[in-house]
């Protein structure tokens, strides 16, 4: 398996996410992935690492689809392309209505179909093609006006990879069929087929395997032989996941882990968290989810849970390490590319 990183921009602090990348970059990280919510942007932050790196790849995870027009997305990602030396990896995700309506005023209606034509439109341009295009959504140029289809003025870049962050069975079909890799959250190895077999149902249509797309999914990395501490420092942010992203109607993470068998979990914490009960909401939170959503513990139960997301058909580990101070999230990223490199040796 190959590792990915998230490019941590603690208190904007650009020096000290610089040396955590070229480090990453150094240990022998693929992807680093900056996200995007509504705070810094997904993308500028990449031009900055691109000028300090030669190697690892650098992906937007995610643009949020549907806050930019898909020409927009299409020039971004051809200028990121182009000064990083072709490493741009292009993330897209739906994100929800709280985010798409309340930050940026757009109406968060047909999100699926939205991402879909974004992706053909991207691919159109990115190819040097003129701007003609006809969908349900988006239609170029526009009808009864002074538009025209125009070619872009940049150099093609065809072969730009395509993620997408979906959740959903129909957005994971989607993705199945027109992405080169997928982005996974909420994601646990043991039921793993909840996110696999839509992706594989989609890939099918157009005469792909599962295993042509780079599958994406992992977890906080934290070391220790006393597991209780770990387990309680990850329990509030699974009651956030499950409570507090997204409305009582719509929470994508939510419903992943009720599909993965934790209906009732799910419900409890969401609906203690959206009362206002926050410490009740993470003391509901299960060990065993903890436990299946990260990588903690002894060198051992690491090594498992590698084997584990392996086993599964994850073909990149993205990690976070448990740790605040540069020199310990770089050890402990260390620590696991050994232990990596031992699972790996062992087939």
């Known amino acids: 398996m190959k590792v990915a990183i998230a490019l941590r921009l603690a208190n904007e602090d650009w020096a000290a996410a610089t040396a955590w990348v070229t480090e990453a970059e150094r240990l022998g990280v693929d992807c680093v992935w900056s996200a995007e919510s509504w705070g810094h942007d997904a993308i ?3 031009a900055f690492m691109a000028a300090r790196t030669s190697r690892i790849k650098l992906g937007c995870g995610v643009i949020q689809a549907g806050t930019r027009t898909p020409a927009l997305v299409s020039m971004t990602a051809m200028s990121l392309a182009s000064m990083s ?3 741009f990896l292009l993330g897209l995700g ?13 109406r968060f209606e047909r999100p699926v179909q939205r991402m879909r034509e974004i992706v053909e439109i991207v691919r159109l341009l990115t190819r040097g093609e003129r701007s003609s295009y006809r969908g349900s959504v988006y239609e170029l140029p526009l009808p009864g006006g002074e538009g025209k289809a125009i070619r872009s003025m940049a150099q093609p870049r065809p072969n ?10 129909k957005s994971l079909e989607m993705t199945g069929e027109i992405a080169q890799g997928w982005l996974g959250t ?6 793993a087929r909840i996110f696999f077999d839509p992706l594989a149902a989609g890939a099918a249509r157009c005469g792909r395997a599962l295993g042509d797309l780079d599958l994406q999914a992992g977890g906080v990395v934290a070391f220790s032989d006393d597991l209780a501490p770990l387990l309680a420092r990850r329990k509030p942010g699974l009651a956030f996941t499950l409570g507090a992203m997204g409305s009582r109607q719509h929470n994508f993470y939510n ?3 009720r599909r993965a068998g934790y209906e009732d979990v799910a419900k409890d914490v969401q609906r203690l968290w959206l009362d206002g ?5 993470t003391a509901r939170v299960p060990d065993e989810m903890v436990i299946k959503t990260n990588l903690l513990g002894t060198d051992e139960m690491v090594k498992e849970r590698i084997r584990a997301y392996r086993d599964a058909g994850v073909t990149t580990l993205r990690v976070e390490p448990d740790a605040e101070k540069l020199d310990e999230r770089v050890a402990t990223l260390g620590r696991l590319m050994d232990l990596l490199k031992a699972v790996d040796a062992e087939r």
């Open 94 to 106: 739906v994100s929800g209505p709280q985010v798409i309506e309340g930050w940026h005023g757009i």
């Open 186 to 191: 909420s994601f646990m190895p043991e039921h």
């Open 277 to 281: 009960r926050r410490e009740e909401a």
């Open 44 to 46: 500028t932050p990449l």
């Open 255 to 257: 419903d992943a882990f």
């Open 160 to 169: 730009i990879p395509i993620y997408l962050a979906t959740l959903s069975p």
């Open 85 to 87: 030396g072709d490493r």
